[in-house]
């Protein structure tokens, strides 16, 4: 049969775009009604307070699923959690290859390891600089500097035209132990005068200027570590593999050796040093080297730069860590900044080391950390040499988006797009866009089931977390007695000591009017003792307390 349409490009943004985390997105190629599919990362988001008890956030993949025949592989941009968190809980149900670097390849294998998961996700080696085909597309990778090794820009390349997704990314021209972005490749690309689409970056969209480089920050650790008295300690996220070399360099020219705390950090840097891109730098000391060296020879590299109760700085902090121990006269350095959301855990962590006389030192400070995304003037750049005729802004929440399309339109880009995830986005041959073409949404990691929320029973927790609980049972015969119970069980209520009345007595209290306000002929109807008790317990601790509790009742009839 004849081809009944014609070839189209579309770009749909599954997570991501909207909200910062859980980034993920595909494109489609081919006639509408055939058309084959790469999908470019496949991250996380961390649940907030908002979600008790969940874990991980990610992109709801129904729609991949929907079209599992056409899916053709996965491609990595680079081993943040925000863009690969996901890919061993979602993507082994495809059974297609996954396209990494060596390090984005190398952290996918550990945190395989570490989680006992057994997959059936290929790797398949992807190196900057060389394109490789899928199906209809052509993908090359492209070195961008970012906060973490081997960050790429992918140019998918297609028989009606071009896209560039630039992954996270800044121009750094000094990024330490990472690539610089190839200015010069995206340069060419954008001379072919393919008609490219860019879809790029946004979350530095509101801030003016250049963001400031690695290599500035590195110098202000080397100087705070040349000048700190006695003890420097250092938290920093793990995978930032450029800011843990720039530490090793500082403690060796100040003559002071790197004791390292955290698993994370352990193992991240243990696979840049298997890859060669810690060539020169002396090895980090196990924690248990602290004790053995003089206080003004150390240099502590720890993890928990978020406040993470478990993680070594906070350890630290609270003075319980089996290895570590600052003292008055140190200087903990933060290295980092606190994502959203976990600010109070953050400052909570800097307070003790105040509290206990040790001097703090954060990037509000002095430059001792750097965002890995453009700002406004990086994002001009980034037009000028990809020349795109349509922007697609993602990664950001609707602020950092509107303000990257009111940019792109300003600097005279054709057509801007202001998407969602669930939008369907035809890039080529022409633009148009469908608002809300897909199903999207989350999914919940809740311990071992991964569920979307309405299934998650998060709602009730939230509830159970707000009203507590109280559980009334008992057992009624025929002709209306009570002939066990009623018993009752309270949960997460307030037990206030020198109140007149505890809240059990309260509610047996309750219990025992309520049943003997019902005629005995009518007490043997489960039903309406049960809706009676439920009531009138709900009733009475709202008088009391102010609030109304979740009230179970179990009336069984003998
Ligand atoms: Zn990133
Ligand atoms: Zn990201």
């Not at 507590?468 to 309270?490: A, E, K, T, Y």
Request: aromatic content about 6%; charged content about 20%.
């Amino acid at each position: 049969m004849a081809k009944a349409f014609p070839d189209e490009l579309v770009f749909v943004p599954l997570g991501g775009v909207g909200e910062i985390g859980m980034n993920m997105g595909a494109y489609g190629f081919g006639p509408r009604n055939a058309r084959k599919w790469i999908v470019v990362d496949c991250g996380v988001t961390f649940a907030g307070p908002s979600q008790p008890g969940i874990e991980l956030i990610m992109a709801d993949p129904t729609f991949l699923e929907d079209n599992a025949d056409d899916v053709l592989a996965l491609i990595l941009t680079h081993s943040h959690e925000d863009h690969y968190g996901a890919v061993l809980d979602l993507w082994p149900a495809f059974d297609r290859p996954v396209y990494a670097t060596d390090f984005t390849a190398a952290m996918l294998t550990a945190k395989r390891a570490a989680d006992n998961i057994v997959d059936n996700v290929a790797i398949r080696r992807m190196v900057v600089g060389q394109p490789f085909t899928v199906g209809p597309f052509t993908v090359e990778a492209i070195n961008v500097a970012h906060s973490i090794p081997e960050s790429c820009a992918l140019a998918i390349t297609t028989s009606i035209g071009r896209v560039i997704h630039t992954g996270d990314w800044k121009l750094d021209p000094n990024p330490t132990g990472n690539a610089p972005t190839d200015e010069k490749r995206l340069a060419e690309l954008g001379a072919e005068g393919v008609p490219t689409a860019l879809i790029c970056d946004s979350t530095n969209a509101l801030k003016d200027g250049t963001s400031p480089s690695e290599e500035a920050v590195a110098a202000n650790l080397a100087e705070l570590i040349a000048s700190a008295p006695h003890r420097v300690a250092i938290t920093t996220f793990a995978s930032n593999v450029g800011r843990l070399i720039a530490v090793a360099r500082a403690a060796e020219q100040a003559g002071r050796q790197v004791v390292m705390s955290g698993r994370a950090m352990h193992r991240i840097s243990t696979i840049a040093r298997e890859l060669g891109m810690m060539e020169g730098i002396a090895p980090f000391l196990d924690q248990d080297a602290f004790k053995t060296l003089p206080r003004n020879k150390i240099v502590v590299l720890c993890t928990g730069s978020q406040g993470e109760a478990r993680a070594a700085v906070a350890r630290i902090a609270r003075g319980e860590h089996p290895a570590i121990d600052l003292n008055a006269g140190d200087r903990m350095i933060f290295s980092s900044w606190a994502i959203p959301g976990n600010e109070r855990e953050v400052i909570d962590l800097q307070n003790m080391f105040i509290d206990r006389g040790i001097e703090i030192v954060t990037q509000n400070d002095r430059l001792v950390h750097t965002t890995g995304h453009p700002r406004r003037e990086e994002l001009k750049r980034m037009y000028d040499l990809v020349k795109p005729q349509t922007l697609v802004p993602v990664h950001g929440e609707a602020a950092h988006l509107e303000a990257h399309a009111a940019l792109g339109r300003q600097h005279g880009i054709e057509n801007v797009v202001h998407a969602r995830n669930g939008d369907m986005v035809r890039l080529f041959p022409d633009v148009s866009h469908f608002p809300g073409e897909v199903r999207t949404g989350e999914l919940y990691l809740d311990g071992n089931i991964l569920c979307t929320p309405d299934e998650s029973g998060v709602k009730e927790r939230r509830r159970l977390s707000f009203g507590g609980h109280i559980v009334v049972s008992l057992c009624v015969n025929g002709s209306g007695q009570v002939v066990s119970g009623p018993d009752v069980s309270i949960e997460g209520l307030p037990q206030v000591e020198d109140d007149d009345e505890s809240v059990d007595a309260l509610v047996r209290g309750v219990v025992n009017g309520t049943l003997k306000s019902i005629p005995p002929k009518r007490r043997s109807d489960p039903e309406l003792v049960d809706s009676a008790l439920q009531r009138a317990v709900r009733g009475e601790v709202n008088a009391w307390w102010g609030k109304k509790p979740n009230v179970t009742v179990f009336v069984h009839r003998i």
